[in-house]
């Protein structure tokens, strides 16, 4: 399986980021040693400035090419919750020097992801909250409805370059509020208010 992330795909975090609103989505992929389940995660040593991203996550359930955006809808039946970690030090780094981002975005454990996968049509998926709270305080929140690109155009674009498969996880994009971890930290995350994830930070 593979990991697909997409960047910037709401507009406050582009905003953090001092990065322009994309006009198509961007997008990266972690390999599939990139996914962590819950629930010790070991902060890396290669980074001083590891950042949390929230993000909901698709699975993948049928394999797929150029899948027109209409029906996208008809290759994912579960929707997940996960971190894009990011070791926006060294990101920045790349970006300076326009490398490529896998140093901060591909490592081990960098792609974390809940044990629990909600079914899709239990949810609405146009404007659904999700959060992440770090020692049960909220650090970030957002919906699905600020996302730039919906599920279904980005399932529509990154087939146009990619072939998905079964059980390829696509990372939708963080909303504001992305932040450093350190140790002792005890992350959660929320879709409306289901827990998904409790992830400590060792
Ligand atoms: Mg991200």
């Known amino acids: ?3 697909i992330c997409i960047g910037r795909n709401y507009a406050d975090h582009a905003k953090e980021m001092n ?3 994309p006009k198509e989505p961007i997008f ?3 390999p599939d040693t990139a996914l962590h389940r819950e629930v010790d995660f070991y902060l890396p040593d ?10 909901v996550v698709v699975k993948i359930n049928r394999v797929g090419k150029n899948i027109a955006p209409e029906f996208a809808s008809g290759y994912y039946a579960e929707i997940g919750l996960g971190i894009d970690f990011t070791a926006r030090d060294i990101q920045k780094h790349c970006k300076e020097n326009g490398l490529p981002w896998e140093k901060a975005k591909a490592f081990d454990s960098s792609a974390v992801i809940g044990n629990t996968f909600l079914d899709k049509s239990t949810l609405n998926l146009a404007n659904m909250e999700f959060s992440l709270t770090n020692n049960d305080v909220v650090v970030q929140k957002g919906t699905t409805a600020d996302m730039i690109f919906s599920i279904d155009q980005l399932i529509a674009h990154i087939s146009k370059y ?24 005890k992350l ?3 879709i409306g208010d289901q827990k998904l994830f409790d992830l400590k930070v060792r």
Do not use: N, R
């Open 1 to 3: 399986m593979k990991i």
């Open 28 to 30: 990266f992929m972690k």
């Open 162 to 185: 990619v072939t998905l498969k079964v059980g390829d996880l696509i990372y939708t994009g963080t909303p504001e509020g992305v932040a450093s971890v350190k140790i002792g930290d």
């Open 19 to 21: 990065s322009p609103v």
């Open 46 to 55: 290669f980074t001083k400035d590891l950042q949390h991203e929230i993000e």
């Open 188 to 190: 959660s995350g929320f």
